[in-house]
Every structure is written in structure tokens, then in C-alpha cells.
């Protein structure tokens, strides 16, 4: 007794299920390349020397580096809508953005402890100030350190407005990437199966016409 051939079904199953190697292999690279990511700054912002104290040459570079970030997370944004995995590419985005964003303010509030001590309730390791960071971020806020100094406070308010911004803002811009992504990759799949349909309908318009000639 002759065996079924396999349905149309199976045979496109058993394709997705070759095809779903090639995702996992880079949703598994991109996991690993967030991962480095965020460890590789949070062990630059330890290693980076930080000896002098808060100036207004600190001040530059915290806008400076909040226009680099800015100027990165738009650059970010174009990759997104234009990459064939625009979730994961979102997700190593942020897996860039929100730390770098965190550890700037991080090393602004160590370098004005070390510079002008007493502008926080007690003194800050770098392990503190990045606690510190953390709670302002969340909004969790524990009240074990505070900013005491006009300096400290203002700091402090400023990464409050950027945190409302970033979590806000950015989030959405992030998903709109995601979404603009998504329908230009669906929209170039279904384009080019079409034009492959319409043109398979030709040619064997054409090969009955001459046959009927």
C-alpha cells in the first residue's frame, strides 16, 4: 500500500521549522550583545579614572553626553524601522540608551561628592552613587541618601525630568520604530510574493496561448 505524500500543510511546516533556526540563532546573538553591552559600561564607568572633583567642565560634559545620547537614540531609532528583526533591534537600543543614561548621572553625582563633600547625606562610593541613580530612576526612593546641596538638587532634578522623558518619550518613539519596522517587512514579504504570483500567471498565460495557436 503506497504511503500518503505529504500534505501541502506539513511540507510548510516543516520549512518554518528549518526557517526558525536562523531567528533563534539571532535572537540568541542579540541577547549576548545586550548583555556585553550593559556589562561593558557598567565596568567602564568603575575603571574610568574619576579623580577630579565637580566643575563647570562637568557640567559640559553631562550635556554633552546627554546630546551624544540623544544623537545616538535617534540613530537607533532609523536601525529600528529598518531592520529585518526590529523587536530585537529595539531591545539592544535600550539595552545602550538606558544604561549609558544611568551612568552619566552616576559619575555627575560622584565627581560632586568628591568635589564639594556634604552635597549628599553621607559620601558616595561609586557603587552608592549608582544606587542613588537607581532609586531617583525608579522612583523608589528609600530616603537612606539624599541630595542636601542646591548643586546636588538640581542635579538630581534634572535626571527626574530626563527619567520622565526617556521612560515616556522615548518609550513610545521606541515602539512606533518597532511598529513602522514591522509593517515594512510584512509589506515587503506579501509585495514580493505577489509579483512572484502575477508573474508565474503570465508565463502560463502565455504558454497556453502559443500552444493554442
Not at 537614540?73 to 531591545?91: E, G, H
Not at 553621607?122 to 542636601?148: C, N
Amino acid at each position: 500500500m503506497t504511503p500518503p505524500a505529504p500534505s501541502h500543510d506539513s511540507r510548510s511546516a516543516g520549512r518554518d521549522a528549518r526557517l526558525s533556526w536562523p531567528a533563534r540563532r539571532q535572537a540568541v546573538l542579540g541577547g549576548l550583545r545586550t548583555v556585553m553591552t550593559a556589562t561593558g559600561l557598567v565596568v567602564g564607568y568603575y575603571l574610568l579614572p574619576m579623580d577630579s572633583g565637580f566643575s563647570g567642565g562637568s557640567a559640559v560634559g553631562v550635556v554633552v553626553g546627554l546630546l551624544g545620547m540623544l544623537a545616538l537614540f535617534a540613530w537607533q531609532i532609523r536601525t529600528i524601522a529598518r531592520s529585518p528583526s526590529p523587536r530585537l533591534r529595539a531591545v539592544e537600543a535600550l539595552s545602550t540608551t538606558v544604561p549609558l543614561f544611568l551612568l552619566l548621572f552616576s559619575g555627575a553625582y560622584f565627581l560632586l561628592e568628591r568635589g564639594t563633600p556634604g552635597s549628599f547625606s553621607e559620601p558616595l562610593t561609586r557603587t552608592d552613587s549608582l544606587y542613588f541613580t537607581l532609586t531617583v530612576f525608579s522612583t523608589v526612593g528609600f530616603g537612606d541618601i539624599t541630595a542636601v546641596t542646591q548643586t546636588a538638587r538640581v542635579l538630581t532634578m534634572v535626571q527626574m525630568v530626563g527619567n520622565i522623558l526617556l521612560v515616556g518619550v522615548a518609550a513610545k518613539v521606541v515602539a512606533s520604530a518597532v511598529r513602522t519596522g514591522l509593517h515594512r517587512k510584512e509589506k515587503g514579504e506579501t509585495g514580493g510574493t505577489g509579483g512572484t504570483g502575477r508573474t508565474g500567471r503570465t508565463g502560463r498565460t502565455g504558454e497556453t496561448g502559443e500552444e493554442a495557436e
